[in-house]
């Protein structure tokens, strides 16, 4: 299979591979002129990339063939996630991006057991690891790993989306009556490892977000996220 590589400039028939990329195909691959890759725009297009000429910082290919990334989902999802301990913010961000989520978006509440420290250097890394997931697993988009928001931060994003399933501890409606079978855009919402206050949690209702559960045991904080995307997908449809 060919690799596959993003980058937003393509113009016409020829396109341009720079930077990390173009290091790691040029150099560790040891690409050769005439080789095929596969070339992403970001925004869910993919081309059939040819070498035309490899320099020391560019990649140069002529390019054919455009066409929708079959591997982007009808359902447009942001996961909120509880911002969880050492390094499961990680787990969560590449799973979440190999099964279609858009964005992802931790977030701190009262019983986070972690706070805010260096976010803006983690959000690189963060960043980085979404990428790699992005092309391991095909997508055509370069899902965002947003910086942390408080809880309380929440509602005011509430409007960007036709359902937002709060994913409570003490349960809720069936997930299966809550998600739009037509996909839309989605919010799910997962908690940390303590949990959610209930003053949190009524906070959350209060601005609309549907409180769901996802059965009868009680899931890690980094597996619920995980759980809950999956389940999403299942029901529109995208993992059939």
């Known amino acids: 299979m060919p690799h596959r590589y993003f980058t937003s400039e393509i113009s016409g028939d020829t396109a341009l591979l720079t930077g990390a990329d173009a290091h790691h195909l040029g150099k560790v691959m040891r690409a050769r002129i005439g080789e095929q890759v596969i070339l992403c725009d970001g925004s869910g297009f993919d081309y059939d990339g040819v070498i035309t000429a490899i320099e020391p910082d560019q990649v140069q290919f002529s390019v054919a063939n455009k066409r929708p990334c079959t591997a982007e989902p009808k359902a447009k999802v942001t996961v909120f996630a509880g911002y969880p301990k050492q390094d499961k913010l990680e787990l969560i961000l590449q799973k979440s991006v190999e099964l279609g989520a858009e964005r992802i978006v931790p977030f701190f509440s009262r019983f986070c057991v972690v706070t805010p420290k260096k976010e803006d250097q983690k959000n690189q890394r963060y960043a980085r690891i979404a990428a790699e997931a992005a092309k391991q697993c095909g997508r055509g988009i370069l899902p965002e ?96």
């Open 145 to 240: 790993v947003e910086l942390p928001l408080n809880i309380s931060q929440l509602p005011g994003r509430f409007s960007e989306f036709d359902a937002i399933l709060f994913f409570y501890e003490k349960g809720g409606r069936p997930l299966r009556q809550c998600v739009p079978a037509e996909g839309g855009r989605i919010a799910l919402i997962t908690g940390a490892e303590g949990g959610f206050s209930e003053e949190e949690a009524q906070a959350l209702i209060d601005a609309g977000a549907i409180p769901v559960g996802l059965g009868p045991r009680i899931l890690r904080c980094e597996t619920a996220p995980i759980a809950a995307l999956a389940a999403v997908m299942t029901l529109t449809g995208d993992l059939e």
